[in-house]
């Protein structure tokens, strides 16, 4: 009794606010929908075959993600985050793939890395789990072919059945929608500039509309643009800009896919996006988004928010 | 620009003059990668494609196998090649290479014989193969006019072979049709799409001549080496007069030799195929049967949406083996230009000296038509190198003697056994279930519970198998 009642009250004493945010807040925070809708999507896809899912790769993801995660917080003197950590790992357990779990845990480390690392006006560049992908990517097609890093990881475009495709479509408008979250206009944005790129494509081309319609049928697709170009913190601030910023990575994922023939172009385009990404919140400003908690906070212990989301 | 291309196009005319009377009355055939141009009535129908490609960084080296069966004089092809061609850019290879590749990938039916359940283990392995179900064929031939450009020709083997580009598809079109080539309707369309994307066209003939020197009674596989950031096959063309036919489904197999592990589709899904199944013996007689409803059927189950892999593998290895892994001579052949024995070493590229073979074996198997596949297939490599292979396993029941005790349970638990296979083996294939039971109760494989050995039978050890 003693030792557990001990337990308590010293995770109540570090992690006090933090715990009291999950179980009184639950539905606020858009985190919570996503993380559900992540796990379940590769709980559907790892059971329909889509891919294969290994318990020790999405164990080393976590555990490093949640350990970078926590060794940041540390040295930066931050508060310890465990949900964004969590989001970052299922998105690369949904969209990298890599027969070794230590590569898959090197990915998580160099996304939540990069938050804490790669930053500009007190806000991280890029989008942790967009870092982690592009990276391992860049390594393993520049390593030497035979060498132990070549293809050491490799995304799979094309292996997301319809089925799948729409349960993440689904899935992202309704984080989305129940969540009432702000920030929906970036992957419609994307979407619709990309559908239409697509399909300029086809009329020009002549050929039939099955040929862009299949192009879109991509779970992967529908993945980067809810749950990864969405972020947030990732995206600018103001509306306008980031319409813009998701257009942007539409014409040149656009280009990077049918042009330059790069199957998983959309990653790159993101991270190029992200690096200009700085320009954008300088040019048009807005106020900074911060997590529903965040602001919570913000009220209930230093007065007025200093920011609030965009909209 | 006029005058140079007018005069090769001279050269082309009246080498096509001469040809004219023959091919006038030609139809031609046109394999995955072309269209059929055959007369209406002719019902030389591409049943199955082979090709090989090499693919290494933007390195390609693509092979495809020839099983065309017309008149010599008959056969065309039209390939869309994204660069121009130069002459040692093009080879002929050897049938048999093909055929040694898909032995050696091919799915396989192996067989184990239960052991004497009152004695020690005894262990055999047999394995059998079977090149699935193959063919293919092959395509058609040219001249020149409107728009149509041809940028080289060269006599390769036995084919005569022109590069052509062209500015617009109807003027394509009317170029082909004017030297007596049955041009399907869809076909424009499709290769206007290509021409716009700046595609390159292959089209080659046979050179009756020198097909008579090579004293060979078939045609041998074309091949081509370039450098493309695009890794796909078309295979839209090949489609464009399947449509009026039934469905229209084509089959095909893609055999790609990698360096660093298993290639994919990018925009289709590529499925495994089921594999490690135990099928009733019977499968024994019928494997081609079974190996063709059972991709049907898992075809369907995808809805004719999904590429199959049937055989991902180390080049250096196979287990159980289907045929011997191809010889380094024989991979060079095919394109993998990384193996030692000559040329290409150095420059941009650094070889590693590497272990075994350094070559990965991906064997892709698709039926496609322009409903489930509108656009060609687009290909990956990933860094995958676990193993997979189409693999069905036949267990022969202990037929000897065997009267201890464990010998009753291991007899009683057969019918049992029998059940899950003919399950499994009505699962994949789709066949009518009490059907492959009957075909089991006359290959031995009986679904009654045997009766149990009398208690006294082993009082005084004058047993007897009262189940033979």
Not at chain 1, 16 to 36: K, T, V
Not at chain 1, 128 to 144: Q, R
Not at chain 2, 190 to 203: A, M
Request: aromatic letters at 10%; proline letters at 6%.
């Amino acid at each position: 009794m003693a030792p557990l009642s001990h337990i308590r009250r010293h995770f109540s004493d570090r992690f006090g606010d933090h715990l009291s945010d999950i179980c009184y807040r639950l539905p606020a925070d858009p985190r919570f929908f996503q993380i559900a809708v992540l796990s379940g999507l590769l709980a559907y896809g790892g059971a329909s075959g889509a891919f294969e899912i290994d318990p020790y790769v999405i164990a080393a993801v976590f555990g490093a993600a949640i350990a970078t995660q926590f060794l940041g917080a540390v040295l930066n003197a931050t508060r310890f985050e465990v949900r964004s950590a969590a989001i970052t790992s299922l998105s690369l357990l949904l969209l990298l793939r890599a027969d070794a779990p230590i590569i898959m845990a090197g990915a998580a480390a160099i996304a939540i890395g990069s938050k804490f690392l790669i930053r500009l006006y007190d806000k991280h560049v890029f989008n942790p789990a967009n870092a982690g992908i592009v990276a391992l990517l860049i390594i393993s097609n520049v390593a030497e072919p035979g060498s132990s890093l070549s293809g050491v990881a490799w995304t799979t475009p094309g292996q997301w059945g319809t089925a799948l495709w729409l349960a993440a479509l689904l899935a992202g408008l309704g984080v989305f929608v129940t969540s009432r979250a702000a920030r929906l206009d970036a992957p419609l944005a994307f979407f619709a500039v990309f559908a239409a790129l697509a399909i300029a494509r086809a009329l020009w081309l002549g050929d039939p509309l099955a040929i862009p319609v299949n192009r879109l049928q991509n779970g992967a697709l529908v993945l980067f643009a809810f749950f990864m170009l969405s972020d947030p913190k990732t995206t600018p601030d103001g509306s306008r800009a980031r319409i813009v910023f998701a257009g942007l990575i539409a014409v040149l994922s656009h280009w990077l896919i049918f042009h330059q023939f790069v199957s998983d172009g959309m990653f790159y385009a993101l991270f190029a996006a992200c690096a200009l990404r700085p320009i954008f919140d300088a040019v048009a400003t807005a106020p900074r988004y911060a997590w529903p908690q965040q602001r919570r906070r913000a009220l209930s212990r230093d007065g007025p928010p200093t920011a609030y989301p965009a909209e | 620009m006029p005058h140079a291309p007018t005069r090769r196009r001279r050269k082309i005319a009246l080498a096509a003059a001469s040809a004219l009377a023959i091919l006038s009355a030609a139809g031609g055939a046109a394999a995955f990668c072309g269209f059929y141009v055959a007369k209406a009535d002719t019902k030389l129908f591409n049943k199955a494609s082979k090709v090989v490609l090499m693919r290494d960084g933007d390195r390609t080296v693509i092979t495809m196998a020839n099983d065309y069966q017309g008149p010599l004089e008959d056969f065309a092809i039209v390939v869309p090649v994204p660069v121009v061609l130069e002459e040692g850019q093009i080879n002929v290879a050897d049938n048999a290479l093909i055929d040694h590749l898909d032995a050696y990938t091919a799915p396989r039916l192996v067989e184990y014989f239960d052991e004497d359940p009152c004695a020690a283990r005894r262990f055999d392995d047999r394995v059998m193969s079977m090149a699935a179900p193959a063919a293919e064929a092959e395509v058609l031939r040219k001249k020149n006019s409107l728009g149509v450009t041809v940028e080289a020709e060269y006599t390769v083997g036995e084919y005569d072979i022109q590069i052509l580009s062209a500015e617009e598809s109807g003027g394509l079109v009317e170029w082909l049709t004017t030297n007596g080539y049955k041009i399907p309707d869809g076909a424009e369309s499709v290769l206007g799409s290509y021409i716009k994307q700046g595609t390159k066209f292959f089209v080659a003939k046979v050179n009756l001549d020198a097909q008579a020197d090579t004293g060979l009674a078939y045609l041998r596989p074309l091949q081509m080496a370039f450098e493309s950031p695009k890794f796909i096959l078309p295979i839209r063309l090949g489609m464009a007069n399947a449509d009026d036919e039934g469905d229209g489904r084509q089959e095909l197999f893609v055999f790609a030799l990698t360096r660093t592990g298993r290639v994919e589709t990018t925009n289709y899904r590529t499925v495994k195929l089921p594999t490690g199944s135990d099928v009733p013996l019977f499968v024994k007689d019928e494997f081609g049967d079974f190996y063709k409803s059972m991709f049907d059927a898992q075809t369907k189950k995808e809805n004719g949406k999904a590429v199959f892999l049937e055989y991902a593998w180390d080049m250096a290895w196979c287990d159980p083996c289907a045929a011997d892994p191809l010889s380094q001579e024989e991979l060079r052949k095919l394109g993998v230009y990384w193996l030692p024995g000559g040329g290409d070493r150095g420059a941009d590229r650094r070889i590693m000296p590497g272990p075994a073979q350094d070559v990965f074996v991906t064997r892709l198997h698709v039926s496609y038509n322009a409903e489930t596949f509108p656009e060609d297939l687009m290909f990956k490599e990933t860094g995958d190198r676990s193993n997979f292979q189409g693999r069905y396993v036949l267990r022969h029941p202990y037929e000897g003697e065997a009267s201890c005790a464990a010998a009753d349970d291991y007899r009683a638990s057969l019918p049992k056994r029998f059940e899950r296979e003919a399950q499994t083996l009505a699962n994949l294939t789709d066949w009518d279930v009490n059907a492959i039971r009957d075909k089991m109760n006359d290959k031995g494989q009986t679904f009654e519970t045997p009766k149990p050995t009398p208690w006294w039978r082993r009082l005084w050890d004058n047993d007897q198998d009262e189940n033979g």
